[in-house]
């Protein structure tokens, strides 16, 4: 905490940057929430809200000059704690950088402020006929600067790749204020480092991400969004092979439900109706998108025929509109529900789908040794080979929270997999860092840091610490 004089001086300079009223401090930050599920009010210095990447720069020059720590806010729907702050840190929301600065249909991309929310984006890029990818059940409020710095996933990685996969150029701003301009428009450009990649997914602890370019792809003109239940995880991974094999590159979803998750979302007090029985132990949801309704109508049906036939799905559900499409996601977007099992822990872990199975049972052998009682429940991108559980022990108490946490990630070694698929590290994973990343990796990240950040001022204690 600063002294008085200290706090005075720095509300001053940062007022100076971008105007008394884009300084909130005292009292104004009360009414706000310190995160996305938080009923905290916010603790900080101060929260500045700049309009331009100028006043970005300004503002990290006046924390700069006063070795002032600087944590960047965008939608705070991140669910690794990299937006936390304390009383000690001044927070730089992009809430009013929220410009699309330009969509174009031509060279099919979007050059956009890093405030921009994803879901505006979505829809100004489907008013033109276009499609911005990205999709996850954040939309409303993430915003693009959130979704580069975290290299969002989401609902159609399988055919549109990570965040990173969608991003041309971006601008971002380092610790000392100064303005690295990336903004490349190209899809190809091979002129040396590729800056860009420095900042995606690096959590905001290299830069503030100021604007990108994104990539658009065209509308699709159908969509076709599918439930089916399975018997076997094996017969999980070969209906995904089949359905990819016979879509020609039109799938764009598979997400998979463990019957506990299924239930779950389809009984009470969960408002989601159950589109078939409960009493399969795998459910998948699928999508297709293609440029020809009936053909890529024709086409589902005949993978659909075919899986029967193979016996490799119990039971199907096709939605034959909007709403039925829209109840099918919600039932995977509900995610809230699993609360009800009782307080936990969740996991965002990735591993090879071939091993995926023993992985899983790895963990569950793990947690059933040490809490008799436990709950996971179990779904995920699994097309992408990422897995999310959320852990209820059955038992509260100094100690538990981590021993959960080492039956989930310790098992991953054995299987070459990720503490983290997409959500990234921040504060809650990077006691494991190592489990993922070896000590020469580790050492590059710190020198990296050290590089762009020598006083360590941007969301520190993220990812790393100082070597
Ligand atoms: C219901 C729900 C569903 C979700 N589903 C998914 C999913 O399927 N896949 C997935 O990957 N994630 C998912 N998430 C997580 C979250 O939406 C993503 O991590 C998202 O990209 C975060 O964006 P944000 O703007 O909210 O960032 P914030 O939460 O505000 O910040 C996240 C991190 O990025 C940093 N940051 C934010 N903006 C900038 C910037 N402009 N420059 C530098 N650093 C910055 C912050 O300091 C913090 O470290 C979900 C979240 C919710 C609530």
């Known amino acids: 905490m600063g002294s008085v004089a200290e706090d005075t001086d720095l509300i001053a300079a940062l007022q100076a940057a971008v105007g008394a009223d884009q300084v909130l401090h005292g009292e104004r930050l009360a009414e706000r929430p310190a995160g996305f599920w938080s009923r905290h009010a916010l603790q900080a210095r101060a929260l500045v809200r700049p309009a331009t990447t100028e006043e970005v720069s300004a503002i990290l020059k006046v924390c700069h000059q006063r070795r002032q720590p600087v944590i960047t806010h965008g939608g705070l729907t991140g669910l690794v704690g990299g937006a936390i702050c304390s009383a000690d840190d001044v927070v730089l929301s992009l809430e009013r950088m929220n410009q699309i600065e330009e969509l174009d249909p031509v060279d099919r991309l979007a050059r956009v402020q890093a405030g921009v929310i994803l879901q505006q984006l979505q829809e100004a890029a489907d008013a033109q006929d276009l499609l911005f990818p990205l999709d996850l059940g ?39 204020g100064t303005v690295v301009s990336s903004m490349n428009q190209m899809i190809k450009n091979n002129t040396g480092y590729d800056l860009k990649q420095l900042f995606i997914g690096a959590e905001g602890t ?70 078939l029985s409960q009493n399969y132990p795998f459910y998948a949801l699928v999508e297709s998108m293609g440029g020809d309704p009936e053909a890529d109508q024709a086409r589902l049906e005949a993978a659909l025929a075919d899986a029967y036939e193979a016996g490799l799905i119990q039971d199907a559900v096709v939605a034959q509109s909007e709403a039925q499409r829209s109840a099918l996601w919600a039932m995977r977007d509900d995610v809230r529900q699993m609360g009800r ?4 822990s969740s996991f965002d872990v990735s591993v090879r789908l071939s091993r995926m199975e023993d992985y899983v049972n790895a963990v569950n052998a793990r947690l059933a040794a040490r809490f008799p009682d436990f709950t996971n429940i179990i779904f995920g991108h699994l097309g992408d080979g990422n897995l999310h559980f959320y852990v209820a022990p059955g038992q509260t108490g100094d100690g538990i929270k981590e021993a959960v946490e080492r039956a989930v990630y310790e098992p991953l070694a054995d299987y070459d997999g990720s503490i983290s698929a997409e959500h990234g590290i921040g504060l809650s994973k990077k006691a494991y860092l190592s489990l993922s990343r070896s000590a020469d990796e580790i050492r590059l990240m710190q020198t990296l840091k050290q590089a762009l950040d020598p006083h360590n001022l941007l969301n520190p204690g993220r990812i790393i610490d100082p070597a």
């Open 341 to 344: 099992v009782g307080p936990g």
């Open 206 to 275: 290299l830069g503030v991400v100021t604007r990108a370019v994104v990539k658009l792809s065209e509308k699709p003109r159908s969509q076709q969004t599918l439930f089916v239940a399975l018997n076997s995880f094996a017969e999980v991974k070969q209906f995904l092979k089949l359905m990819d094999a016979r879509l020609g590159g039109a799938l764009s979803a598979f997400e998979v439900m463990w019957q506990n998750f299924y239930r779950l979302v389809t009984t009470e007090p969960a408002t989601n109706q159950a589109p």
């Open 138 to 176: 954040g939309r409303g409020s993430a915003t693009i600067g959130g979704n580069i710095s975290t290299n969002a996933g989401g609902n159609r990685v399988i055919r549109y790749g990570m965040t990173r996969d969608l991003v041309l150029g971006l601008e971002a701003v380092l610790a000392d």
